[in-house]
């Protein structure tokens, strides 16, 4: 039977630095790049062999894909990189301290524009040294200046149904290395989680995730890998 593997990147560089990422292209750690490793090692240890990988656009998911599937001696199989699968945007907030930002907003609020589900962080400025809209890699891409989970669920969940969902319809295994709230969006909608719930979801770094899969549709509930 066919499973869908969700991996959240290992530790990036502004998660240790704990500032706000989004789509700022931040690179694995050291730590980072030792999950990704366990990742890889693990799937190889239980049987758990994608036949299709999935990524966005941002270096911390490739590299993360990348080591888990060389330490499973998989760096073969097919691979796909889409933008839709990018972390939420930022807007704003991008480059900013998380602490910093809760002692000049307050926790509530900071709270809210990380975990609500349709309050956007305030938008970036246009010519902000974080607007990746000149970017060569988004050309022909209207790159948002922020965005909530629902923004964040609108572009990965057709991108999910058009182009993932089939390929798992096939019979086939796939791992999609993503980032915590392209993550969320996936795992609200494949799990059926509310709106108001969906606040209190985290998706772990570099801890593998399954779903199995059954005609193009999860038959059970998600698992951590570890935990089987
Ligand atoms: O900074 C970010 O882009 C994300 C993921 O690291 O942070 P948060 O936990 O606030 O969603």
Redesign the pocket.
């Given at each position: 039977m066919p499973n869908l593997i969700l991996v959240r990147h290992g530790q990036?560089q502004?998660?240790l630095e704990n500032?706000?990422?989004?789509?700022?292209d931040v690179d694995l750690t050291e730590k980072g790049e030792a999950e990704a490793k366990a990742a890889g090692e693990l799937m190889a240890a239980k049987g758990m062999i994608p036949d299709v990988a999935f990524t966005s656009y941002q270096t911390r998911a490739i590299r993360t894909l990348h080591i888990a599937l060389r330490a499973a001696n998989l760096l073969w199989i097919p691979e796909t990189k889409d933008w839709r699968l990018n972390?939420?945007h930022?807007g704003g907030?991008?480059g900013l301290d998380?602490q910093e930002t809760r002692d000049k907003h307050g926790d509530k609020q900071v709270h809210i524009?990380?975990?609500s589900f349709d309050t956007p962080p305030p938008l970036m400025d246009k010519g902000s040294e974080f607007d990746l809209s000149g970017d060569p890699r988004y050309a022909g891409i209207d790159v948002p200046m922020t965005e909530s989970l629902k923004d964040t669920i609108e572009r990965v969940l057709p991108y999910y149904e058009s182009t993932i969902q089939p390929v798992l319809a096939s019979g086939k295994t796939v791992i999609v290395s993503a980032?915590?709230?392209s993550l969320?969006a996936l795992v609200k909608h494949l799990s059926g989680i509310s709106d108001d719930e969906i606040t209190g979801l985290?998706i772990p770094t570099g801890q593998p995730i399954v779903y199995p899969f059954e005609n193009g549709q999860p038959s059970g509930e998600r698992y951590y890998l570890s935990e089987t």
């Amino acid at each position: 039977m066919p499973n869908l593997i969700l991996v959240r990147h290992g530790q990036s560089q502004w998660n240790l630095e704990n500032r706000f990422t989004g789509w700022w292209d931040v690179d694995l750690t050291e730590k980072g790049e030792a999950e990704a490793k366990a990742a890889g090692e693990l799937m190889a240890a239980k049987g758990m062999i994608p036949d299709v990988a999935f990524t966005s656009y941002q270096t911390r998911a490739i590299r993360t894909l990348h080591i888990a599937l060389r330490a499973a001696n998989l760096l073969w199989i097919p691979e796909t990189k889409d933008w839709r699968l990018n972390e939420r945007h930022y807007g704003g907030l991008t480059g900013l301290d998380k602490q910093e930002t809760r002692d000049k907003h307050g926790d509530k609020q900071v709270h809210i524009w990380r975990r609500s589900f349709d309050t956007p962080p305030p938008l970036m400025d246009k010519g902000s040294e974080f607007d990746l809209s000149g970017d060569p890699r988004y050309a022909g891409i209207d790159v948002p200046m922020t965005e909530s989970l629902k923004d964040t669920i609108e572009r990965v969940l057709p991108y999910y149904e058009s182009t993932i969902q089939p390929v798992l319809a096939s019979g086939k295994t796939v791992i999609v290395s993503a980032h915590g709230n392209s993550l969320r969006a996936l795992v609200k909608h494949l799990s059926g989680i509310s709106d108001d719930e969906i606040t209190g979801l985290e998706i772990p770094t570099g801890q593998p995730i399954v779903y199995p899969f059954e005609n193009g549709q999860p038959s059970g509930e998600r698992y951590y890998l570890s935990e089987t």
